[in-house]
Nanobody, 117 residues
Framework: QVQPVESGGGLVQAGGSLRLSCAAP????????VGWYRQAPGKQRELVAT???????NYADSVKGRFAISRDNAKNMVYLQMNSLKPEDAAVYYC???????????WGRGTQVTVSS
């Protein structure tokens, strides 16, 4: 299976910051859009940040202004800078291809983010 490897999660106090990293299992240079998803206990997985090949970004309203997605095509890495973290941001975070969906990777293990109030 082709899976990414996410890292960088941890325990942080509310208002703190974390930077998540995603090592893609293949070249991301020609991928139209990559993104970060999260899944909290008892909730469905949701897309929180998308980065298109042309540099256009899109964020869920809940994280807009606090999170920033970036990519390093040369290293096949995708990042998520998370600032001003809130307890409701606590979840397991995953990265994956957003477009084209037909090329999506198998889901990795994700990285756990815990935010204490």
């Amino acid at each position: 299976q082709v899976q990414p490897v996410e890292s960088g999660g941890g325990l942080v106090q509310a208002g703190g910051s974390l930077r998540l990293s995603c090592a893609a299992p293949e070249s991301i240079f020609n991928i139209n859009a990559v993104g970060w998803y999260r899944q909290a206990p008892g909730k469905q997985r949701e897309l929180v940040a998308t980065l298109q090949r042309n540099g256009f970004t899109n964020y869920a309203d809940s994280v807009k202004g606090r999170f920033a997605i970036s990519r390093d095509n040369a290293k096949n890495m995708v990042y998520l800078q998370m600032n001003s973290l809130k307890p409701e941001d606590a979840a397991v975070y995953y990265c994956n291809i957003v477009e084209p969906r037909s090329s999506s990777w198998s889901w990795g293990r994700g990285t756990q983010v815990t935010v204490s109030s």
